[in-house]
């Protein structure tokens, strides 16, 4: 038993696999997500595809030597070549395909620049959609830069810190708490925050737009001097780690002299996140926290966060 965490490590919904750019048409790139080895492959028209990483018929991983044809993964062991949906095209050496010849084959949805993945503990199929992030993509907006960092913790705790007001003052050194408005509806979480914020020419009052899309996407729009968007998404790896990355974008709305104070912007939302990391790799879960009257809404995130748990704890 879990003695940080009471709730699973592995939440039902949408997932980043990988960024779309890392997976050009012919790669086969190995993932470990969820405390299972899998593969995502790209075919020759285009379209993304992830299935479980060995060979049903002798065990072979099929990132390990596999190549692609078309639309189908060839295994490096005895050729079987299997579909982007599981079943399998052909055998080189059998005309008879057995009736057990399938492999699991995830739910995939490429948006934003991202190769989602759907996880579901009962195999359930996708219960909700990703939006399409406007800025990602549009000639107002510099492309996406990524930074990762693998963190020993799960991403519903850490995400907490987006209703935790407090924290601000004394892990990130704001002179105030933002005042924040939490609201929930679904799968979706809004949380708007107003906050002294610091900058290259001073102190200045901003605000922190934070949105939950399910448990695995998440965007935050910083507005103030430069705006800013973050892509955040958040992977399980097993029980213990999880793949967290940030994908930075700054408007162009105010010219080459703004540049350089969005990437001072970005510069500090990087050292936020180090700030952070070492707390949440060392502090406990406790269901029942006590709480006073100025901490945040706590409740609302928490009822949130438990929809995504086919079994409540």
Same mark, same amino acid.
């Given at each position: 038993m879990d003695t940080r965490f009471p709730f699973p490590a592995y939440p039902n919904g949408w997932f980043r696999a990988a960024y779309s750019d890392e997976l050009k048409s012919g790669d086969i790139k190995s993932l470990r997500y969820?405390?299972?080895d899998l593969i995502a492959y790209r075919g020759s028209s285009g379209a993304a595809y992830i299935l479980d990483a060995h060979c049903r018929h002798l065990g072979a991983h099929l990132g390990v030597g596999g190549r %692609? !044809? #078309? &639309? /189908?993964?060839?295994?490096?062991? /005895?050729?079987? $070549?299997w579909n982007g949906d599981g079943s399998c095209a052909q055998i080189p050496y059998c005309d008879r395909i057995p009736t #057990?010849?399938?492999?699991?084959?995830?739910? %995939? =949805? &490429? $948006?934003?620049?991202?190769?989602f993945i759907w996880h579901h503990d009962r195999g359930a199929a996708p219960?909700? &959609?990703?939006?399409? =992030? !406007? !800025?990602? #993509?549009?000639?107002?907006?510099?492309?996406? &830069?990524?930074?990762?960092?693998?963190v020993r913790s799960r991403w519903l705790d *850490?995400? !907490?810190?987006? %209703?935790?007001?407090?924290h601000f003052i004394y892990v990130h050194g704001t002179h105030t708490a933002p005042e924040t408005e939490v609201e929930m509806k679904d799968h979706v979480l809004a949380c708007r925050s107003r906050m002294k914020m610091g900058s290259p020419q001073g102190e200045f009052t901003g605000g922190i737009d934070t949105t939950d899309y399910g448990p695995g996407l998440q965007t935050v729009r910083v507005t103030g001097v430069v705006d800013t968007l973050m892509l955040n998404t958040a992977t399980p790896i097993d029980d213990e780690y999880t793949d967290v990355s940030f994908a930075y974008s700054l408007s162009k709305s105010g010219g080459d002299a703004t540049q350089g104070v969005g990437a001072a912007i970005i510069k500090d939302l990087e050292k936020q996140m180090g700030q952070d990391i070492p707390i949440w790799e060392n502090k406990k879960y406790f269901d029942r926290p006590v709480l006073c009257e100025n901490d945040g809404q706590f409740?609302?995130?928490?009822?949130? *966060?438990? +929809?995504?748990?086919?079994? +409540?704890w």
């Open positions: 969820f405390g299972e %692609v !044809e #078309g &639309e /189908h993964v060839v295994c490096p062991f /005895h050729g079987w $070549k #057990g010849a399938k492999t699991r084959a995830w739910p %995939v =949805v &490429e $948006k934003n620049g991202v190769i219960s909700f &959609e990703l939006p399409d =992030v !406007e !800025e990602i #993509g549009s000639d107002a907006w510099t492309p996406l &830069e990524v930074r990762k960092w693998k *850490m995400n !907490e810190n987006a %209703v935790d007001r407090i409740g609302i995130y928490r009822k949130w *966060m438990r +929809q995504f748990f086919s079994e +409540q």
